[in-house]
């Protein structure tokens, strides 16, 4: 396994992927650093569809502009995930928000939750990409999203095809700030 800042720093949005299959037990172990994620009172409200099924990704890539930069990737990838979550669970007490930010705790968690997603992909040799930009409804109708839940985020997964260059970051002494803004 390598290093955390190893793993941090060398993590790219990967859109072209080889044609090789994923193994069950990577796919599980991958799956498996989601679940671990932290989360409101751990409720644990994210669900992860994984689509292998080309019909169905077309299906689901028909969701997107195809002036996306993902478009080809979510049909060419062998793998491709829909990351979902249930309503009023996350952020959720006593029948009520109990916070300023209320239900916003569930796009906080599915963050968590994708995000070690991504990392234990990258670990693994895989590349994947955050997709945010579809009919969201649309999607959950073609892979038969139940009532109180969203679809979040689309994730293509597979071997990359390709090594993206590290985008430009802003210098920490940008965006820290010490006792006060």
């Known amino acids: 396994m390598a290093d955390i800042m190893e793993t941090i720093l ?8 080889q044609e090789k299959d994923i ?3 990577l796919l599980n ?3 498996e650093a989601a679940r671990w994620a932290p989360s409101w ?3 644990q409200a994210w669900e992860f569809v994984v689509v292998k099924d080309r019909s169905i990704k077309e299906k689901i890539q028909a969701t997107v502009n195809n002036r996306n930069p993902s478009y080809l990737a979510l049909v060419n990838a062998p793998v491709l995930l829909v990351v979902c979550g249930q309503l009023k669970k996350s952020g959720y007490y006593n029948d009520q928000y109990p916070t300023k930010f209320g239900s916003e705790w569930f796009m906080y968690d599915l963050g968590l939750a994708t ?4 990392l234990a992909a990258h670990d693994s040799g895989l590349g994947s990409v955050i997709v945010g930009l579809f ?3 649309r999607v959950g109708e073609v892979i038969k999203l139940p009532a109180n839940h969203e679809v979040l985020v689309l994730i293509p997964l597979g071997y990359p095809d390709q090594k993206p260059k590290p985008p430009k970051r802003r210098e920490r002494d ?8």
């Not at 995000?115 to 991504?118: D, K, T």
């Open 23 to 25: 193994p069950d037990e």
């Open 10 to 17: 060398g993590r790219r949005s990967v859109r072209r992927y």
């Open 115 to 118: 995000q070690n997603l991504c």
């Open 41 to 43: 009172a751990n409720t």
């Open 174 to 181: 940008e965006f820290v700030h010490y006792d006060t803004f």
């Open 135 to 137: 009919d969201h409804d």
């Open 29 to 31: 172990k991958i799956l």
